[in-house]
């Protein structure tokens, strides 16, 4: 056979596989799907970004509304729950979430309850406590460890507005950081390793893990409607989802996960909003 009649047989086979090689390619413009495992314990993935599509994403019709949150980058329905007040295992359903670890930049979800809808278990209220009441005692011992930085001698406690919640103070040690808005969305509590940390007040464990960045292992508990409280930094966790928990209970150890130190990082949230820990708590 000629080199000329080889070579139209050649090009005629390379012809046909790259027709048949673009047949089966995927199209470029097909947004992309990620999983991220389906552990209904972390929840913690940050939210992913698709591919600019005709299809409009979860929940679009009701952005801008109240009640509704828009996902953002670097979002986690762990940190949407809390700074909205309420269980990511409540978001979860309310949104008909089959994966919460997977979530779009973009999606709209709903943070309140569906109308006639209550969370899935609401925590038994919490009962104020009387500004003079001592705080609770600690089952471990006080925190031996020298304090680098002498923080400022602790001001009395401002009284709660009425018919709001006072706490218990969940650690013994020395206040190394107070609220700021713009810094400290808590109370920085100084410690040992392995210290006790208590439940400020009875509620329910709306959260136990490690995905929510810069908390360490972590532990949520919800009072009521309003109020939920945030022990963050902990070496063990000794509580589970779900439980019911009394004030005064030991919920945790203290330890140094995610943070420069042992140390306690307490936070109390009203609506999800961060708020002054010393406002509810009783004077030391």
Known sequence: MSHIGLGWRFSALV???LLLA????????????ESRGTALTTAGAEATAVAPTTQPLPGAENAGKPGYYTVKPGDGLIRIALDHGQSWRDLARWNRL???NLILVGQVLRVVPPEGQPPVADAPAAQPVASSAAPAASSAPPAA???SAAPAPAAAAQPAAPGELQFAWPASGPLLARF???????LDIGGTAGEAVQAAA?????YAG????????LVIVQHNKTYLTAYAHNQKLLVKEDQNVRRGQ???????????RVKLHFEVRREGKPVDPLRYLPAR
């Not at 700021?180 to 808590?186: A, C, Q, S, V």
């Not at 490690?210 to 292992?217: C, D, E, P």
């Not at 030991?250 to 420069?260: P, Q, S």
């Open 145 to 147: 460890e020298p304090v």
């Open 22 to 33: 673009a047949c089966s390619s995927t199209s470029v413009n097909q947004a992309p799907v």
């Open 180 to 186: 700021d808005e713009g810094r400290n969305k808590g």
């Open 202 to 206: 009875d509620g329910r464990v709306v």
């Open 15 to 17: 012809g046909a596989a």
């Open 250 to 260: 030991k919920i945790a150890e203290m330890g140094n996960t995610d943070a420069d």
């Open 210 to 217: 490690a995905g929510l960045r810069g908390y360490g292992n």
């Open 98 to 100: 089959e994966n919460p």
